[in-house]
C-alpha cells in the first residue's frame, strides 16, 4: 500500500560500480516492463519462473483470492521494483547480494519473451499488465 522507491538498488550499483545496459521500474508490469526493454535494446529475453521473487504476503494474498501469484508479479505493477540488464561480466558481482534477484537473460531472438515453467516447457509471454493508452478512454 506504500511502496517506496529503490534507492538501495542504486547505491548498491554504484557500490560495485556497475552501470546497468537497461532499466525500467515494473510500473505496467514484468511482462510489459520486459517488453519495453527488449524493444528499446532489440533483444530477446528468457524468464525463469522459478526465479522471479514473490513475497510471502503476495502469494497468500493472491492464493486466498484463487489468483496464481505469478500472474500478480507477471501483471502487477506500481510496486518500484526495478528491472534491468547488465552485462555478463558484472553477473559475479550482484550475484550473492540478497536484495537482486536474476530471473533470466537476454537472448539475440528479437522481441522473444520466453517464460520457462518451473514444472517444465516454456511459453511466449504476451504483454498483461497496464498500457496507458490501450485502457485510455476517448472523451
Known sequence: LKPEARVDVISQLKKKKIIPSSMIDLSDGL?????????????????????????????????????????????????YELLFTLSLNDYEKIKDIDIFSVIGHTT????????????????????????????????
Not at 516492463?33 to 503476495?58: M, Q, W, Y
Not at 528479437?110 to 514444472?119: C, I, M, R
Open 31 to 79: 511482462s510489459s516492463d520486459v517488453r519495453h526493454i527488449c524493444k528499446a535494446s532489440k533483444v530477446g529475453v528468457k524468464i525463469f519462473e522459478n526465479k522471479i521473487p514473490i513475497l510471502k504476503e503476495t502469494e497468500k494474498t493472491a492464493n486466498e483470492l484463487n489468483i496464481n501469484p505469478i500472474f500478480c508479479a507477471l501483471n502487477g505493477g506500481e510496486d
Open 108 to 139: 539475440r531472438n528479437k522481441d522473444q519473451v520466453e517464460l520457462f515453467a518451473e514444472g517444465g516447457g516454456s511459453v511466449n509471454l504476451k504483454e498483461g499488465g497496464w498500457d496507458t493508452f490501450k485502457n485510455r478512454q476517448h472523451i
